[in-house]
């Protein structure tokens, strides 16, 4: 699946290998070495999800965790850490993690994971989902409309996970865009306009309808199927 992540690691190299491995395969990833920044950022920046280190400087990753689900957010906490006694597993669980990796780790289970916490999150049981006449599959980040592979770039698939995952839900420009860039870029005023008109033509023949409220923002729907007579 496409997510926006944010990587709370103060290791530099790990953080950005990190990084790499997951814009690699069409995330947008941000890295931050200090506890008490991601702290601050999290209290008014959403994310999809966040893959957390324990020592950092600032807070700890206990601490940032604990004061995240005390603001009742429920963003999925993937923790990376190096201790691997049951007793600290259990302590991360109660104190609101989703999951716990113990370094070194694989970069293949790693994606593993994070592909398995936000299905779980979304409520897809699988990493293939229907939508109508629209099946997505978040492995290969293919889309296929009655059948037939529908060619989209990693930001468009993004977009398109954005929409089905908030699905009857008015989406404001503003959530769009914390969803759809990193926190480095600056997208120019029109770029949500530029790409929602892309994705509304690549879907073509598709059953997902994106409809503008103007000075709102959008929302997207499945089309029910027209009752034959």
Same mark, same amino acid.
């Given at each position: 699946?496409?997510?926006?992540?944010? #990587?709370?690691?103060?290791? $530099?190299?790990?953080?950005?290998?990190?990084?790499?491995?997951?814009? @690699? &395969?069409?995330?947008?990833?941000?890295?931050?070495?200090?506890?008490?920044?991601?702290?601050?950022?999290?209290?008014? $920046?959403?994310?999809?999800?966040?893959?957390?280190?324990?020592?950092?400087?600032?807070? @700890?990753?206990?601490?940032?965790?604990?004061?995240?689900?005390?603001?009742?957010?429920?963003?999925?906490?993937?923790?990376?850490?190096?201790?691997?006694?049951?007793?600290?597993?259990?302590?991360?669980?109660?104190?609101?993690?989703?999951?716990?990796?113990?370094?070194?780790?694989?970069?293949?289970?790693?994606?593993?994971?994070?592909?398995?916490?936000?299905?779980?999150? $979304?409520?897809?049981?699988?990493?293939?989902?229907?939508?109508?006449?629209?099946?997505?599959?978040?492995?290969?980040? $293919?889309?296929?409309?009655?059948?037939? &592979?529908?060619?989209?770039?990693?930001?468009?698939?993004?977009?398109?996970?954005?929409?089905?995952?908030?699905?009857?839900?008015?989406?404001?420009?503003?959530?769009?865009?914390?969803?759809?860039?990193?926190?480095?870029?600056?997208?120019?005023?029109?770029?949500?306009?530029?790409? #929602?008109?892309?994705?509304?033509?690549?879907?073509?023949?598709?059953?997902?309808?994106?409809?503008?409220?103007?000075?709102?923002?959008?929302?997207?729907?499945?089309?029910?199927? @027209?009752?034959?007579?």
């Amino acid at each position: 699946m496409v997510m926006r992540i944010l #990587v709370v690691e103060d290791t $530099q190299v790990l953080g950005q290998a990190i990084c790499e491995r997951l814009t @690699s &395969l069409g995330h947008g990833v941000d890295l931050i070495g200090d506890g008490k920044r991601a702290d601050e950022l999290l209290k008014y $920046q959403s994310v999809d999800l966040i893959l957390l280190d324990l020592n950092l400087p600032g807070l @700890s990753g206990l601490q940032l965790l604990q004061k995240l689900r005390q603001r009742d957010d429920d963003t999925p906490v993937l923790i990376l850490t190096a201790r691997d006694q049951i007793e600290d597993r259990i302590r991360l669980l109660d104190a609101g993690a989703d999951d716990y990796l113990t370094k070194p780790f694989d970069f293949g289970e790693l994606e593993a994971r994070c592909r398995a916490l936000l299905r779980r999150k $979304q409520g897809y049981a699988t990493n293939v989902t229907e939508h109508g006449n629209i099946v997505v599959n978040r492995d290969s980040r $293919q889309v296929f409309i009655d059948g037939e &592979l529908t060619v989209i770039t990693n930001r468009e698939f993004r977009l398109l996970e954005i929409f089905l995952g908030h699905l009857g839900r008015v989406l404001s420009k503003d959530e769009i865009t914390d969803h759809l860039f990193n926190f480095n870029e600056t997208p120019g005023p029109n770029a949500i306009e530029l790409y #929602v008109g892309r994705l509304r033509k690549k879907m073509g023949q598709g059953d997902l309808v994106i409809s503008t409220l103007r000075g709102i923002g959008y929302v997207a729907e499945i089309a029910k199927p @027209s009752s034959s007579q």
